[in-house]
């Protein structure tokens, strides 16, 4: 007998609020702000992330990720900086992977001295670097895979033992893998976070965040959390759980574009780089095999040297150049000019992020669409250029 709900059955089925009144085929939206606080078993209240619709998709959250508890909050910054706040306190000290989203770089940089917390990156995104860089005082390891935007990968289960091995927590952003393609508590991480206005939305139409780990743990968070209210609404709770029901069949359309896309890059004569882990030729392709389920639909590039990344994107005439990513749409941008744009040019050099570096959200259009956009918007930069 089989034990286990497939991906398609978990994101269809798994954490449903039942329509009990009226028997309808997908959730009821529960909007109430107030809640009877006797004679029930659960005290319900929005910045407590308990109202039916939260408290349901939770469920579902944690079932994807193969953990006990999942909550909700307001953004993907507000997961991961509820989770860090949750974990750290005055003294602590952090260890952060190289290569990471901008915005949780600016955070620690900006925000951890704040609230006496120190913290340090990593030279590299292998377990020796983060080894090297752990102190007596360190409590949270955090780390991302793949990274955001040259999609390096980084061993999550040597990660894991590492931070085991010295008592500390370790925290995984699965935004760019999604849970079809990683499931990081397999390999031993204790939280797994997500931007799930990405791959979880997947329709550019919400902003939210996610967060998975065993219940011990879950309750630290919440505990800091319900001070800190950074809950989601349950208008975008409902909104979220339409858009996970067709997550693994989105999900595995942009990892099979997304492949072709950097096979055609790849041998490209007016590209210089691709950065994709599901490439022979990525330093980590082997590690990715063993570690993911699907190479993802994000990927990253650098034109030939000489042409206008900017000008590249603004000859597009079906890709969108736009923030955001892991819509069914396709889009691109520059990371110097959005998601990395806090970061200094300095900071940005360490990680190898070059400002004409183009970051390819690669969507469910066919891939012969795809082709013939980029095509037709290399034509008119290499003309461009050939005049200057």
């Given amino acids: 007998m089989k034990k286990t709900k497939g991906i398609n059955t978990i994101c269809t089925h798994v954490g449903e609020v039942k329509d ?39 469920k579902k959250i944690a079932a994807l990720e193969h953990a006990e508890a999942g909550m909700l909050f307001g953004s ?25 989203y901008g915005g949780t770089y600016n955070f620690a940089v900006t ?38 935007p ?17 008592g500390i927590v370790s925290m995984i952003d699965n935004t760019f893998a999604s849970p079809v393609n990683q499931n990081p508590v397999d390999f031993g991480i204790d939280i797994v976070l997500h931007s799930a206005t990405k791959y979880m939305g997947g329709h550019s ?22 001070c800190f209210g950074g809950s989601l609404s349950d208008q975008t709770v409902w909104l979220l759980e339409r858009s996970l029901k067709t997550m693994g069949l989105r999900v595995r359309a942009q990892n099979q574009n997304a492949l072709q896309m950097a096979s055609f890059l790849n041998k490209h004569t007016e590209i210089d ?22 190479f993802g639909g994000m990927l990253s590039f650098e034109l030939k040297e000489g042409l206008d990344a900017s000008l590249f994107l603004s000859s597009l005439k079906l890709i969108k150049p736009s923030m955001s990513l892991a819509g069914v749409e396709s889009t691109m941008l520059l990371p110097v000019k959005t998601s990395h744009s806090l970061m200094s040019p300095e900071d940005r050099a360490k990680q190898g992020i070059k400002d004409g570096l183009i970051r390819f959200s690669v969507g469910i259009e066919e891939t012969e669409d795809l082709i013939y956009d980029i095509e037709q918007a290399l ?7 050939a005049l200057v």
């Fill in 20 to 58: 009990e009144q009226f028997k309808g085929a997908v959730s009821p939206i529960y909007m109430s702000s107030s809640y009877a606080f006797e004679d029930v078993d659960v005290k319900r209240y929005p910045r407590y992330y308990n109202t039916p619709n939260q408290e349901a998709l939770g």
């Fill in 76 to 100: 993907g910054m507000a997961a991961i900086s509820h989770c860090l706040m949750a974990f750290l306190k005055a003294g602590d000290h952090i260890v952060f992977q190289q290569t990471l």
């Fill in 111 to 148: 925000q951890l001295e704040k609230y006496g917390i120190s913290y340090s990156f990593t030279n590299g995104w292998k377990v020796e670097d983060f080894e090297k860089e752990i102190n007596s005082n360190t409590k949270v390891i955090y780390i991302e895979t793949p990274s955001n």
């Fill in 150 to 166: 040259l999609l390096t990968v980084t061993n999550i289960e040597a990660v894991a033992n590492l931070a085991k091995a010295n």
């Fill in 205 to 226: 139409d919400i902003c939210a965040g996610a967060v998975a780990c065993s219940e011990k743990h879950m309750k630290q968070i919440w505990e800091s959390s319900i």
């Fill in 273 to 294: 780089a691709v950065y994709y882990p599901g490439l022979a030729a990525h330093p980590e392709h082997d590690l990715a095999k063993k570690q993911m389920n699907g």
């Fill in 379 to 385: 034509e008119v930069v290499t003309a461009k250029t």
